[in-house]
T-cell receptor, first 114, second 112 residues
Framework: ETGVTQSPTHLIKTRGQQVTLRCSSQ?????VSWYQQALGQGPQFIFQ???????GRGNFPPRFSGLQFPNYSSELNVNALELDDSALYLC?????????????FGQGTRLTVV | QKEVEQDPGPLSVPEGAIVSLNCTYSNSAFQYFMWYRQYSRKGPELLMY????GNKEDGRFTAQVDKSSKYISLFIRDSQPSDSATYLCAMSLYSSASKIIFGSGTRLSIRP
């Protein structure tokens, strides 16, 4: 196990609702990234937080937002859920943004939008 | 055109065979090249990473990067049933842990 924990593991929401996913990073890690993995696809980068500041964003609309807390845990919020938001959401933590670091992934939250 | 192209498979080989997995990419600025393994219902785990061009070996695994051809490969020698998983190639401009662009993954099955 990587030490990165995500909650909940599974979630079913209705289209138009809002959802909050949580990630507890590995001890000592100050960087958290979120990825969306649709079925049969590779993970897609949503955004990254470094010391509580957003530090880069992929091609996702503003209804995807996040937070990083002083203890470096993080939340992903998605507003106005759409059917296409159904996916595995992965959180990855790393020590910093420098070279030679490794991103450790959690097991993900499986979100189903109906 | 996707930034990273990877054959989704599935690929099925007998135990002990040499497995070759490949990806092509379009962005010549990528500097970090990774291979992840993802078991069913788990998050990806890093197998190997390479900075810039060249080869890297770790046990039964060898990663190759050819930046002139925008082509990367992963070779698995003496494949085992426990190697059965989805293999994701991945790349980044910034570091091996930051803003990673993944391929779609190749599903590999090793037959006993």
């Amino acid at each position: 196990e990587t030490g990165v924990t995500q909650s909940p593991t599974h979630l079913i929401k209705t289209r138009g609702q809002q959802v909050t996913l949580r990630c507890s990073s590995q001890s000592g890690h100050n960087t958290v990234s979120w990825y969306q993995q649709a079925l049969g696809q590779g993970p897609q980068f949503i955004f990254q937080y470094y010391r509580e500041e957003e530090n880069g964003r992929g091609n996702f609309p503003p209804r995807f937002s996040g937070l990083q807390f002083p203890n470096y845990s993080s939340e992903l919020n998605v507003n106005a859920l759409e059917l296409d938001d159904s996916a595995l959401y992965l959180c990855a933590s790393s020590l910093d943004r420098g070279q030679g670091t490794e991103a450790f992934f959690g097991q993900g939250t499986r979100l189903t939008v109906v | 055109q996707k930034e990273v192209e990877q054959d989704p498979g599935p690929l099925s080989v007998p135990e002990g065979a040499i497995v070759s997995l490949n990806c092509t990419y379009s962005n010549s600025a990528f500097q970090y090249f990774m291979w992840y393994r993802q078991y069913s219902r788990k998050g990806p785990e890093l197998l190997m990473y390479t900075y810039s061009s060249g080869n890297k070996e770790d046990g039964r695994f060898t990663a190759q990067v050819d930046k002139s051809s925008k082509y990367i490969s992963l070779f698995i020698r003496d494949s085992q049933p426990s190697d059965s998983a989805t293999y994701l190639c991945a790349m980044s401009l910034y570091s091996s842990a930051s803003k990673i662009i993944f391929g779609s993954g190749t599903r590999l099955s090793i037959r006993p």
